[in-house]
């Protein structure tokens, strides 16, 4: 949202990131950046069979600060999110006791559930406000695959409203075995590898991840001396009460969402210089991003590069959209357009500017979509600050 009188500017100060990759940012860019493929034959811990899944890492370690004695005792999900958020303040320069202030908050989306798998019984968002000391509101939103999205989304309008000085937004996903296999039998998840976009489309590989970003009043930001990472320019949430609950909206609400984080932003399409797409190799998910930039962008449909996290770390659900987040502040720190990795050939009339190999790029402005099962769609504006804003 553009400042003026009144207005509070969201800012971003800190990232963190779990992937398949492992623990952190570098990992996680680096396998994006190379455009190598995710995915591997796993069995989770509570089955006996294998599936084809981005899963963590097998040496995988949770963050040093988190202490031993409570490690054991948190589930994979958990784990995640504490070391993806512990992470993303260390970033801000902010200590895990920062938390305790009425003017601090956290905003969680919740993690993907297969039907009938019983809900969390302590929501990640709780678990890491308590190991954060958080005092502000703490709250958890759903949205499926739109989840984490929402989250950062309720952060921005937390700062606008001065409801909080600094929170901490993101959400994590683990994988059970009831999960992948309702994604199986609803025919979402691929039996190869995932090529979003490409004409070889054939399902999604799903992932665990966890990604949250520290989301600040920008005057705060500098009065603290914090680096500014981004500038949160634009935020745009719409429902499409059409959509059935393991359905996604097609490409006139997927360009809705994009329309009203640009207008929010007061940005036209020829400013983004970069689309961090939610596509994962759903043929619906794929057509309804690729039709829903091209009548949202129109003739700049052709210019504004297109990538997406998925097919190199998997598709992780509900922290799918701050994987992506994460994505779009790297690429934007590193002045470079990621390539999708295994984009080979685009679907007849789904021609856009799509990146193949890793380039050199000016990128101020990047438009981040998501695309939520049952009807719940956020997209997000972030703008490079224009100087290096260290107070």
């Keep these: 949202m553009t400042s003026d009188a009144g207005t509070r500017q969201a800012v971003v100060t800190g990232v963190g990131v779990v992937s398949t990759r492992g623990s952190g940012v570098d ?3 680096g396998a994006i950046a190379a455009g190598e493929p995710a995915g591997r034959m796993w069995t989770p811990d509570d089955s006996e069979r294998s599936f084809l899944a981005a899963a963590l890492p097998d040496d995988y370690r949770a963050h040093p ?31 895990t006791g920062a938390g305790d202030s009425r003017r601090f908050g956290l905003t969680d989306g919740l993690a993907y559930r297969a039907p009938g798998q019983p809900t969390l019984f302590v929501p990640y968002g709780q678990l890491v406000a308590r190991a954060l000391g958080v005092r502000g ?12 999205m929402t989250a950062i989304a309720t952060a921005v309008n937390m700062v606008h409203r001065n409801q909080v000085d600094v929170v901490v937004a993101g959400a994590a996903q683990a ?46 930001a500098r009065e603290r001396g914090a680096t500014i990472l ?12 059409g959509v059935e609950p393991l359905d996604v909206s097609d490409a006139p609400d997927a360009g809705r969402a994009m329309q009203a984080a ?24 794929d057509f309804a991003e690729g039709y829903g930039i091209k009548r949202t962008f129109g003739r700049h449909a052709y210019y504004a590069g297109v990538t997406t996290a998925a097919a190199s770390a998997g598709h992780a659900l509900g922290a799918s959209g701050p994987l992506s987040v ?23 009339d789904l021609d856009l500017a799509y990146i193949r190999e890793l380039r050199a790029e000016h990128i101020d402005c990047v438009l981040v979509t998501s695309l939520g099962m049952g009807g719940t769609n956020v997209s997000l504006v972030l703008q490079k600050p224009e100087t290096d804003q260290r107070a």
């Design 175 to 220: 994988l059970q075995s009831n999960v992948l296999e309702q994604l199986r039998s609803q025919g979402m998840s691929t039996m190869d590898l995932a090529r979003p976009f490409d004409e070889r489309h054939t399902g999604m590989m799903p992932a665990e991840g966890a990604a949250y970003i520290v989301i600040e009043d920008e005057g705060t």
């Design 326 to 348: 994460a994505l779009a502040l790297e690429a934007m720190r590193q002045q470079q357009a990621p390539p999708i990795a295994g984009f080979e050939q685009h679907e007849e």
């Design 65 to 95: 600060e988190i202490p031993r004695n409570l490690a054991h005792f948190l589930d994979r999900g958990s784990l995640l999110a504490l070391d993806a958020a512990l992470q993303a303040i260390a970033a801000a320069g902010l200590g």
């Design 230 to 241: 981004a500038n949160i320019a634009g935020v745009g949430e719409v429902f499409d009460p």
């Design 137 to 148: 509101p703490v709250t958890c939103t759903g949205g499926n695959e739109s989840a984490g």
């Design 27 to 29: 990992p996680f860019w």
């Design 262 to 285: 640009l207008a929010d932003a007061s940005f036209l399409q020829n400013q983004v210089d970069l689309i961090v797409s939610c596509a994962d190799g759903r043929e619906r998910i």
